[in-house]
């Protein structure tokens, strides 16, 4: 049965230094209040898209059905590339269109 509220896996990384975390997490609960945020991972090493990838295709499968995994990982952060979003047949994911979701689709 899909989460009545909305759960909503993040993986980034964007480290615990500073504000992007928080930011991103502040975007979705404005437009979902009820949204129901797990972190995964604000860790992967820095725009290692093949280390995101690999993450969370290893977890991807623990979350119930309709979660959607949001992922943020993207050496050319800032340059005109384009978020993909697609659905699995239980899952939903959000990600740049860097190949992160290759192995996942």
Do not use: W
Request: net charge neutral; proline share 9%; charged share 15%.
């Amino acid at each position: 049965m899909p989460h009545p509220l909305g759960l909503i896996t993040l993986l980034t990384d964007f480290g615990d230094r500073d504000a992007f975390v928080a930011s991103m997490k502040g975007v979705i609960l404005t437009i979902n209040p009820q949204a129901t945020l797990v972190d995964l991972s604000h860790h992967v090493q820095p725009y290692s898209v093949e280390d995101a990838a690999y993450l969370l295709k290893s977890c991807y499968r623990n979350f119930p059905k309709s979660t959607v995994h949001v992922a943020v990982v993207d050496p050319g952060v800032g340059s005109a590339r384009r978020p993909l979003i697609a659905k699995s047949e239980h899952y939903y994911f959000l990600a740049p269109d860097n190949g992160l979701l290759t192995p996942i689709l």
